[in-house]
């Protein structure tokens, strides 16, 4: 668990709403839900759903959004 301003970061409810921002679009929260993911931040690591969501946020055009493909093929 990272700390943020002093306190410590609930990474379930990180999760929350990173999710319900991606299902909204957001490229930014896709991006961040496949980082969650990949490190098990909040939910259980997850090479294919990391995969997913970075594809699915480079799709909605988000430059920095290229799947990890040295973990994702090594899984």
Known sequence: M???LGGPQDDA???YWSAKAAKQGNAMAQRNLGGMHLRGEGVPED???EYAWSRI???GGSARSK???YLSLNA
């Open 13 to 15: 409810k990180a999760v």
């Open 57 to 59: 946020s480079a799709a």
């Open 67 to 69: 799947p990890n493909k």
């Open 47 to 49: 090479y294919v759903r």
């Open 2 to 4: 990272h700390h943020r």
